[in-house]
Every structure is written in structure tokens, then in C-alpha cells.
């Protein structure tokens, strides 16, 4: 009964789980399909490196003699480029089979950080050469994620979906946050100059590259999935088109997508801009106090990924996604009223894990319930519009903290999004549709 998968053709499919609810192995079964496991370590290659080029690019902006400011510039260009390019990236992935797209934004991506690699050995980095390199990563992120999230339907029964996207979210945030800026710190207090460090990055994509290059074609469409949308000008117009449409006449969808957007209005600036400074406040201005909060807030992320995946997807799935999603903001009142540190952390690690917990039943949920002609353009549509307000959000909390008293602040942070889910949750009549489309089965 044992052998080795035929290379030409599709992976077998495992036997199918056991029919009791937990399944001890269900987190992993996705590895057991070898083009899962090429993309996915891929995934992980390329996470680890943009954790790393996180700190590389900071010490690379001092090292060319920038200062603050010319740090915003850079980072600014990262995120003007993914929002420019989060619908294209959409459209793209629903055009261009996504393997090769992949593969052209990985090559793209390697070359870039090459490009810093190179000048940092000749001591010719400049300010805008890494804005114009940052640029670029950020639109290549916008093409990679739709082009991720619409072949994962394609080469996994959809039963294992929600385990792969919780071992997506389990990694990303101790990745990213976590060992490559730890490892990128390591490289660069090493090397002579910041840029050198860049060749850690390099060697991070490379890999991701050649695992790229291993997944194989992805099955043909079945008959019912054939689209042949029209070519140029016209085309991207009815690409783009479809896919709004698609989304305002899907009531759990478009309620799901505004609901994250007022959530990304009041929670993401006290967040990302109050919390340092209330945490300076009342527990100490120890910096690494601080960074614990975030570690204990990016371990709940992970814990919250792991365990929603390691589970059947529930049957009132809508129900499931927005109550976790609702009810574990409302700790993050407590963060901004307690002096308490310990009360703190425990509060952020239950918002990290409700959030993580409700993304990962949400991506499974546009695999599955989105047509995979337009998935594509609905996973950068979610992307786009989860981000759209992200900067009005960080801009308004400052100012705000200086009229209204910051515990306000933090109490309208977490029970405001409560409200946004209940009123999303009623008005797209969610239990219904829930019942009415299963997904259990």
C-alpha cells in the first residue's frame, strides 16, 4: 500500500478523517499534499523574509544617512504600492494562472532585494533607491496574497482549507513579528554595514523561489468553471465589475467586509499609536514591558490560529466568526482602563486570538463560498477594503487622545466593533444564510 506519489500527476488524497469532531492531525493534513507543502514552505520563506527586511530596511535608511523622516518615505512607498496594487493583484490572480504569478512576484521581489544586496557591497545605497525597492515589495504582497489565497481551492479538498489557512496564520505573525526581526537583528549587528544584512533576506526569496518552481500545474477547471471574461481595457473593467457586484448583491459578504472596515476605524489607531504610551504610563517606561504586551498579543494570534484549525469548520459558521470577532474586542475597554500590567497582557492575548481565530474561518469561507473565477478579485477586494481606512485610523487617534480622555478612547475601541457585528450580523440575515448553505459536510 506504500509508494511514491506519481510525479506527473495530482497528489492522492489522503483517507478522509475520522468523523468525530476533533481530529488530532486535522492541523497538519494539509502537508500531506506535496504542492502544499512547496507553496506553503514558500509562504513561510517568504513571511521570514519580510520580517527580516522589517529591520534591515531601518538600519539600511540610518546607514544611507536618512533620518525620520526619510524612514516614513520608505515606508510609506511599501504601503502605497500594496494599495495600488491589491486590485490588480486580483484581477491578475483570476487571469494569469496563479502559479506563474506567484512565481514572477517571488523572481520580482528577488531581484529587488538583490538590487539593495549589490549597492550595499559598493557602499551606493540611497533613500531613493529603498523607496523605489519598498515600493515594489509592497505591490508584489498585493499580487501574492489573491493569487495565495485563490490556488489553495485548487489543489486542496475543501475540507482541509481552514487547516492550511491556520497554518498560515499561526506562522505569519511568529515570523514576521517575531524570529525574522530577531534574526535580521542578529545579521546586522554582525556585518560591517546594514545594506550587507540584505543578503540574508536574498537567500530567504531564493529558496522561496526554487520551491516555487516545484508546485506543479494546477488541475484543470471543471466544466462548470470555465470563464472567459473579455480581453483588454474592457475586460479589466468587467473583471472589476463582476466582482463588486458579486459582492454587494452577497448580503453575508458585503456586511462582513464593512463591518471590518469600521472595525480597522477605531481599534487600529488606539492600537497601533495609544498604546505605547498608556503602557509607558502606568506600567513603566521599560521598553521591554512594551514589547512583551506585543508578544503576548502576536502568541495569541498563533494560539487562536492553531486551535479554530484544528477543529471541524463549525456549522453556524457566520455565527462562530462574528461573535469571536465581536466579543473579543471588548477587552481591549479594559486595556485602556486598567493600571494593572499582568490584566493587560491577558486582555491583548484574548484580542489576538479572537481576531486570529475569527481571519482564519474568514479566508476559508471566500474559498469556499466565492465563485473561484472571481476569488481572486474578492480576496483583494477583502484586502483593500480591511486596509482602505488603516491610515485615516492612526492619523485620527492621535489627535482625538488630545480632546477626549484616552480611556474613552480605548472603551469606544472595543465595544464599538461589537456593535458593528451584531448590526452586520442581523442586517445580511447571517443565521439563515448559515443554515441555508452548510459547509460541514
Not at 496563479?98 to 521581489?109: C, G, I, K, P, Y
Not at 494570534?301 to 471588548?330: A, D, F, H
Not at 487622545?401 to 452586520?424: D, K, N, S, T
Request: with cysteine.
Amino acid at each position: 500500500m506504500s509508494g511514491a506519489p506519481d510525479p506527473t500527476g495530482p497528489d492522492p488524497l489522503p483517507e478522509a478523517a475520522p468523523a468525530a469532531r476533533r481530529d488530532p492531525w486535522r492541523f497538519v493534513r494539509p502537508l500531506a499534499h506535496r504542492d502544499f507543502r512547496m507553496l506553503f514552505g514558500a509562504v513561510v520563506l517568504s513571511i521570514f523574509g519580510a520580517g527580516m527586511w522589517a529591520v534591515v530596511m531601518v538600519y539600511t535608511v540610518i546607514g544611507a544617512g536618512g533620518g525620520p523622516i526619510e524612514l516614513s518615505a520608505v515606508a510609506a512607498a511599501n504601503a502605497v504600492g500594496l494599495l495600488v496594487c491589491a486590485i490588480p493583484g486580483g484581477i491578475a490572480a483570476d487571469r494569469i494562472p496563479r502559479r506563474l504569478l506567484l512565481r514572477v512576484v517571488e523572481l520580482v521581489n528577488l531581484l529587488a532585494i538583490t538590487s539593495i544586496a549589490v549597492a550595499g557591497v559598493f557602499g551606493a545605497v540611497t533613500i531613493p533607491h529603498l523607496a523605489v525597492v519598498a515600493f515594489v515589495l509592497g505591490a508584489g504582497a498585493g499580487f501574492f496574497f489573491p493569487a495565495y489565497s485563490a490556488i489553495l481551492p485548487r489543489i486542496l479538498p475543501p475540507a482541509q482549507l481552514l487547516a492550511a489557512n491556520g497554518l498560515e496564520g499561526a506562522i505569519r505573525p511568529a515570523l514576521q513579528q517575531a524570529a525574522g526581526p530577531a534574526a535580521a537583528g542578529v545579521i546586522v549587528a554582525a556585518v560591517l554595514a546594514p545594506a550587507h544584512a540584505a543578503w540574508g533576506v536574498v537567500a530567504a526569496h531564493a529558496v522561496a523561489l526554487v520551491l516555487l518552481m516545484l508546485v506543479r500545474p494546477e488541475p484543470p477547471a471543471a466544466p462548470g468553471e470555465v470563464h472567459e471574461p473579455p480581453e483588454g481595457v474592457r475586460g479589466v473593467l468587467h473583471d472589476l465589475r463582476e466582482a463588486v457586484g458579486f459582492t454587494v448583491r452577497t448580503p453575508w459578504l458585503l456586511w462582513t467586509l464593512l463591518f471590518a472596515t469600521g472595525w480597522v476605524l477605531v481599534f487600529v489607531g488606539p492600537e497601533e499609536v495609544l498604546l505605547p504610551f498608556i503602557t509607558r504610563e502606568r506600567v513603566g517606561e521599560d521598553p521591554r514591558l512594551f514589547g512583551f504586551l506585543l508578544a503576548i498579543y502576536g502568541v495569541g494570534g498563533v494560539l487562536g490560529s492553531i486551535v479554530v484549525s484544528s477543529m471541524k469548520l463549525p456549522r453556524r459558521y457566520l455565527t462562530v466568526m462574528m461573535g469571536v470577532w465581536g466579543m473579543s474586542t471588548l477587552p481591549f475597554a479594559v486595556v485602556g482602563i486598567t493600571h494593572q500590567y499582568w490584566l493587560m497582557a491577558l486582555c491583548l492575548f484574548i484580542v489576538g486570538f479572537g481576531f486570529s481565530y475569527g481571519n482564519v474561518i474568514w479566508g476559508t469561507l471566500l474559498q469556499r463560498r466565492v465563485p473561484r473565477h472571481m476569488l481572486g478579485r474578492i480576496s483583494s477586494l477583502d484586502f483593500f477594503v480591511s486596509l482602505a481606512l488603516m491610515p485615516l485610523s492612526m492619523a485620527l487617534a492621535g489627535p482625538l487622545a488630545e480632546v477626549i480622555p484616552i480611556q474613552a478612547i480605548f472603551i469606544a475601541a472595543g465595544v464599538i466593533p461589537l456593535l458593528l457585528g451584531a448590526l452586520a450580523y442581523v442586517v445580511a440575515r447571517m443565521p439563515q444564510d448559515e443554515i441555508a448553505h452548510p459547509l460541514d459536510h
